[in-house]
C-alpha cells in the first residue's frame, strides 16, 4: 500500500510572526508607491509632467519591483532571511534619500531631451529603492513559511497585503501628503522611518547591527545634504515646482517658471509691456474682433499663468471683460503676492480643470477665447481634442475667434494635427508661426487660430508687421498651403490624442 509522503515541516514556529510579516509585506509596499508617485514631482523641474514622464516612471519602478523580487528570493535562499530584512531596509531608506540629490544633479546637467532623458533620470533616481523594497517580500515569505501544505494561502495573504499596502501609499500620497508637505522632505522623511525600522529589525532579529547603525548615521548625512541642497523651487503647489525669477534688466519685471517651462513675464508697474511675442500673435489673430467691438470685448482664457494677457487686456481696454480658468489655486495666490495680480471686478478667475470648468459657461457668451494652458512643453491632451473645440465652439459668438498657444518644434505633429482639428471644428484656420512655416527650422511658439466668420491672413500679417521688433513670423490661413502643411496629421479627439508622441524635440 503506497502513502503519499506527509508535507515536510521547516519549523515547529515561524521566524517571523504572522502579524510582523504583514506589516511588513504593507509597509515596503506603501513605501515604493510613495516613491512612484513623489517622483514625479522630483523629475517634473528637469522633463515636465507628461504622459512621457509618467510612464518612464512606472516602467522603471516596475523594473525594480521584478528585479527585487529575483533578488530577494535568491537571497533568503542562501542566508537567514529574518537576519537580511534590517539591512534591506535600511539600504532601502539609503537608496531612496539619496534619490533627491541623484536627480537634481543628473536633472541639472541637461541631458538630451525626450523620451530617454525621462527614463534615464527615473532609472537613476528610483531603480534602486524600487529594488530593495521589493526584495523583502521573498524574505517575509521564506521567513514565515512553515507549512508546505499552505503555501499558497501565505503567499496569496501576503500578497494582498502588499497590494493593500501600495494602494494605500498611493493613495495617501496622491490625496494627502505632497499637499501638505515638499516633495524632497516627504522622500527624505520616507527613507528615515525605513532606516530606523532596518535598525529595529537588526537589534531585534539578530542581524548586523553595527552596519544597520553606521547606515543610520550615513542616512542623516545624506537627509541633511539632501535637504540642504538648492532646489529649483520657490513654491511648491500640488501641481507645479514654482520659481518667480527676477529681470535683470528691468526691476519691476518677473518670470514665472512652471517646472521646466517659463510660462509667464509680468512688468508688475506696466501691464501693457509684453515681453513675450507669442502673446503679441495672439493679439494679431484676435485684432479684427477686437476692432469690431471697439475694445469692449469678453475674453475666456483657457490657463491663468501669470495672467498677463488679461491684465493687458484691461488696462488698454477698459470695457473689457475677462473669465480665467485656472487649474491650481496656488497660481492665483501666487499672482496675488508675487506677481502684482490686484483684484479687478472685470476679471473673474474660476479655479478648477478648464474641460469642467468651461461647460458651467454660457452659450454664446465671448468674443475671443485664448488657450494657453501647458503641462511641461505639452498642452494637456484634454484641451487639444475635437470635444473641447466643441466646447469652445459653444461658448464662442458666431463671429467670435479661437486662439491657441502650442509649443512644438520639426516636424511639428502636434501642431499640425491641432490645426486639422481646429479647421473640423471651426472651418477657417490660420497657423502663425516663424517662418518658412513647418520647414526645418527652429520651433517655438506656433499660434493656430480659428474661427466660424473666416481670418483675414493680409491684416493679421500687418498687424504683426507693424510691431517694433525683429519680424520672422507669418500667417498661413490659404486653404491649399495649409492643407500641404497639415498632410496627413491626425484628427486629435478624446479616443485619440497623442499629444506627447506628436511633440518635435
Given at each position: 500500500m503506497n502513502a503519499s509522503p506527509a508535507p515536510e515541516l521547516r519549523d515547529a514556529a515561524p521566524r517571523l510572526s504572522p502579524?510582523?510579516?504583514?506589516?511588513?509585506?504593507?509597509?515596503?509596499?506603501?513605501?515604493?508607491?510613495?516613491?512612484?508617485?513623489?517622483?514625479?514631482?522630483?523629475?517634473?523641474?528637469?522633463?515636465?509632467?507628461?504622459?512621457?514622464?509618467?510612464?518612464?516612471?512606472?516602467?522603471?519602478?516596475?523594473?525594480g519591483i521584478a528585479l527585487g523580487a529575483w533578488a530577494g528570493?535568491?537571497?533568503?535562499?542562501r542566508r537567514p532571511p529574518e537576519r537580511?530584512?534590517?539591512?534591506?531596509?535600511?539600504?532601502?531608506?539609503?537608496?531612496?534619500?539619496?534619490?533627491?540629490?541623484i536627480v537634481g544633479v543628473v536633472g541639472a546637467a541637461n541631458l538630451p531631451p525626450g523620451v530617454g532623458e525621462s527614463v534615464v533620470l527615473a532609472g537613476l533616481g528610483f531603480v534602486a529603492p524600487a529594488t530593495v523594497l521589493s526584495a523583502v517580500a521573498p524574505?517575509?515569505?521564506?521567513?514565515?513559511?512553515?507549512?508546505?501544505?499552505r503555501t499558497g494561502s501565505l503567499v496569496g495573504r501576503l500578497s494582498a497585503i502588499g497590494t493593500i499596502g501600495a494602494i494605500t501609499g498611493t493613495f495617501l500620497t496622491g490625496f494627502v501628503l505632497l499637499g501638505l508637505v515638499p516633495t524632497r522632505l516627504l522622500i527624505v522623511v520616507v527613507g528615515g522611518l525605513l532606516v530606523l525600522l532596518g535598525v529595529g529589525l537588526?537589534?531585534?532579529?539578530?542581524?548586523?547591527?553595527?552596519a544597520a547603525l553606521t547606515g543610520?548615521?550615513?542616512?542623516?548625512?545624506?537627509?541633511?545634504?539632501?535637504?540642504?541642497?538648492?532646489?529649483?523651487?520657490?513654491?511648491?503647489?500640488?501641481?507645479?515646482?514654482?520659481?518667480?525669477?527676477?529681470?535683470?534688466?528691468?526691476?519691476?519685471?518677473?518670470?514665472?517658471?512652471?517646472?521646466?517651462?517659463?510660462?509667464?513675464f509680468v512688468d508688475v508697474g506696466d501691464p501693457t509691456n509684453l515681453r513675450f511675442g507669442y502673446l503679441r500673435r495672439i493679439l494679431d489673430a484676435a485684432g479684427d474682433v477686437i476692432a469690431a467691438r471697439e475694445g469692449a470685448i469678453e475674453v475666456l482664457h483657457v490657463g491663468g499663468g501669470g495672467f498677463s494677457l488679461p491684465r493687458y487686456l484691461v488696462a488698454t481696454y477698459p470695457a473689457s471683460e475677462?473669465?480665467?480658468?485656472?487649474?491650481?489655486?496656488?497660481?492665483?495666490?501666487?499672482?496675488?503676492?508675487?506677481?502684482?495680480?490686484?483684484?479687478?471686478?472685470?476679471?473673474?478667475?474660476?479655479?478648477?480643470?478648464?474641460?469642467?470648468?468651461?461647460?458651467?459657461?454660457?452659450?454664446?457668451?465671448?468674443?475671443?477665447?485664448?488657450?494657453?494652458?501647458?503641462?511641461?512643453?505639452?498642452?494637456?491632451?484634454?484641451?487639444?481634442?475635437?470635444?473641447?473645440?466643441?466646447?469652445?465652439?459653444?461658448?464662442?459668438r458666431p463671429d467670435g475667434i479661437y486662439v491657441m498657444n502650442v509649443i512644438d518644434y520639426f516636424p511639428f505633429g502636434f501642431a499640425r494635427a491641432e490645426a486639422r482639428t481646429a479647421g473640423e471644428v471651426?472651418?477657417?484656420?490660420?497657423?502663425?508661426?516663424?517662418?518658412?512655416?513647418?520647414?526645418?527650422?527652429?520651433?517655438?511658439?506656433?499660434?493656430?487660430?480659428?474661427?466660424?466668420?473666416?481670418?483675414?491672413?493680409?491684416?493679421?500679417?500687418?498687424?504683426?508687421?507693424?510691431?517694433?521688433?525683429?519680424?520672422?513670423?507669418?500667417?498661413?490661413?490659404?486653404?491649399?498651403?495649409?492643407?500641404?502643411?497639415?498632410?496627413?496629421?491626425?484628427?486629435?479627439?478624446?479616443?485619440?490624442?497623442?499629444?506627447d508622441q506628436l511633440l518635435g524635440r
Open positions: 502579524t510582523a510579516a504583514a506589516l511588513l509585506t504593507f509597509l515596503a509596499a506603501a513605501c515604493v508607491l510613495v516613491l512612484e508617485i513623489a517622483a514625479a514631482r522630483l523629475l517634473a523641474p528637469y522633463v515636465g509632467v507628461t504622459l512621457t514622464t509618467y510612464t518612464a516612471i512606472i516602467g522603471v519602478i516596475l523594473a528570493g535568491r537571497l533568503a535562499d537580511l530584512l534590517g539591512p534591506t531596509f535600511v539600504v532601502g531608506g539609503i537608496t531612496a534619500i539619496a534619490s533627491v540629490p524574505m517575509i515569505v521564506k521567513a514565515t513559511l512553515t507549512d508546505l501544505s537588526s537589534v531585534n532579529l539578530r542581524g548586523p547591527v553595527a543610520l548615521v550615513a542616512a542623516i548625512g545624506l537627509g541633511g545634504a539632501a535637504l540642504a541642497a538648492p532646489t529649483p523651487c520657490d513654491i511648491e503647489t500640488r501641481y507645479y515646482c514654482v520659481a518667480i525669477v527676477a529681470d535683470t534688466g528691468n526691476p519691476d519685471g518677473r518670470f514665472l517658471v512652471l517646472d521646466e517651462l517659463t510660462h509667464a475677462h473669465v480665467v480658468l485656472e487649474l491650481d489655486p496656488a497660481i492665483l495666490e501666487i499672482g496675488r503676492q508675487e506677481l502684482g495680480f490686484a483684484r479687478d471686478a472685470r476679471i473673474e478667475v474660476v479655479l478648477g480643470d478648464a474641460r469642467l470648468s468651461i461647460a458651467d459657461q454660457p452659450d454664446d457668451a465671448f468674443d475671443i477665447v485664448v488657450g494657453d494652458a501647458f503641462g511641461g512643453l505639452a498642452v494637456p491632451w484634454h484641451l487639444t481634442t475635437r470635444e473641447f473645440l466643441a466646447e469652445i465652439d459653444r461658448v464662442l471651426f472651418g477657417n484656420v490660420a497657423v502663425i508661426g516663424r517662418t518658412p512655416i513647418g520647414q526645418p527650422v527652429m520651433g517655438g511658439n506656433v499660434i493656430v487660430a480659428a474661427s466660424r466668420a473666416g481670418l483675414d491672413e493680409l491684416r493679421i500679417q500687418e498687424r504683426i508687421d507693424a510691431w517694433p521688433e525683429p519680424r520672422d513670423t507669418a500667417v498661413m490661413a490659404d486653404a491649399g498651403d495649409l492643407d500641404a502643411l497639415i498632410g496627413n496629421a491626425p484628427l486629435l479627439t478624446d479616443d485619440y490624442a497623442p499629444v
